[in-house]
C-alpha cells in the first residue's frame, strides 16, 4: 500500500508561481507512473500531468502546457508540480495519483492522495 501526501498549496494571487510536492511513503514508488489531478467545486476531476517511474516521459495537459512542469526525484520518493503564470482557473484541490500503467485517466491509477487545496485570487 503506497501511502501519498500532497503539499504546497495555499492561496496566492493571479501570476503567481505554486510548487506542489507529492510525497510517498515506500520505496516502491519509484516504481510506480504518477499522475496530478485537480478537481474545482462542481466539476469532474480533471486530468493535469503524468510522469513515469524514470521520469523520462511526461505528458502535460494542453490547458496548462505552458504553465506547468512535472518532475520527479526518486531518492527523495517525491513528484513536484510546477505551477507557473497561475490563474483564478486554477483553482482547485490537486491531487497526486500513483499506478503501475499510463494514462490520462483516473482509473489507470491505484494510489491516491488526500489533495491539497489551491486559490487563486484575481
Known amino acids: 500500500q503506497v501511502q501519498l501526501v500532497e503539499s504546497g498549496g495555499g492561496l496566492v494571487k493571479a501570476g503567481d508561481s505554486l510548487r506542489l510536492s507529492c510525497a510517498a511513503s515506500?520505496?516502491?514508488?519509484?516504481?510506480?507512473?504518477v499522475g496530478w489531478f485537480r478537481q474545482a467545486p462542481g466539476k469532474e476531476r480533471e486530468f493535469v500531468a503524468v510522469?513515469?517511474?524514470?521520469?523520462?516521459?511526461?505528458n502535460v495537459a494542453d490547458s496548462v502546457k505552458d504553465r506547468f512542469t512535472i518532475s520527479r526525484d526518486n531518492a527523495k520518493n517525491t513528484v513536484y508540480l510546477q505551477m507557473n503564470s497561475l490563474k483564478p482557473g486554477d483553482t482547485a484541490v490537486y491531487y497526486c495519483?500513483?499506478?503501475?500503467?499510463?494514462?490520462?485517466?483516473?482509473?489507470?491509477?491505484?494510489?491516491w492522495g488526500q489533495g491539497t487545496q489551491v486559490t487563486v485570487s484575481s
Open positions: 495519483a500513483a499506478g503501475g500503467g499510463w494514462g490520462t485517466s483516473t482509473r489507470s491509477y491505484d494510489y
Open positions: 515506500e520505496r516502491t514508488f519509484s516504481r510506480y507512473t
Open positions: 510522469i513515469t517511474w524514470t521520469g523520462s516521459l511526461t
